[in-house]
Structures are given as structure tokens and as C-alpha cells.
């Protein structure tokens, strides 16, 4: 993401895009280990972006985690 200064002015005016997942996977000798967090993706007019604090009025990305394993794989492993 960007941190360079805004080139329309004196300071960023960031605008919400949508919510994104984003995931990072951990290999370690006890296993593999899973993170995924909600974030929102935000825009400025100059094209910088940032990841920021998630929209509660979109739509819920548990959706797009549940399509990414075979049917039933989350209720049996204890998830909602």
C-alpha cells in the first residue's frame, strides 16, 4: 500500500472501495495455521491505497471463506 504524500493536496481523502479478505498462512513444525482478517480497501483521487477499518453496512465475506473448502469441511473442524 502506499505511504507516499498525496499528490492533490496536503492530505489523503480516503474513500471506502469494498471489504476485502486478508489472509496469511503459517508453516510451522507443531502445523499449518490459517489467519484471515476483514479489512476495507480505501481509494485516494491521487491512487494511493490503504487497508482500513471494515464497512458493517457491506456485505459479509464469511461467504467467500466458506466456497474455498469442500461442502461441510467448516462444521466439522467446530466453525459457525
Known amino acids: 500500500m502506499s505511504t507516499a504524500p498525496c499528490t492533490n493536496g496536503a492530505r489523503h481523502k480516503w474513500v471506502f472501495v469494498k471489504n476485502v479478505n486478508v ?3 503459517s508453516v510451522t513444525a507443531r502445523g499449518t495455521v490459517g489467519r484471515f482478517l476483514l479489512k476495507g480497501l480505501y481509494r485516494c483521487a491521487c491512487g494511493a491505497k ?18 474455498q473448502y469442500p461442502a461441510g469441511y467448516m462444521q466439522q473442524r467446530g466453525a459457525a
Open 23 to 25: 489472509g496469511s498462512m
Open 50 to 67: 490503504k487497508h482500513g477499518q471494515f464497512n458493517h453496512n457491506e456485505g459479509d465475506l464469511r461467504s467467500e471463506i466458506d466456497s
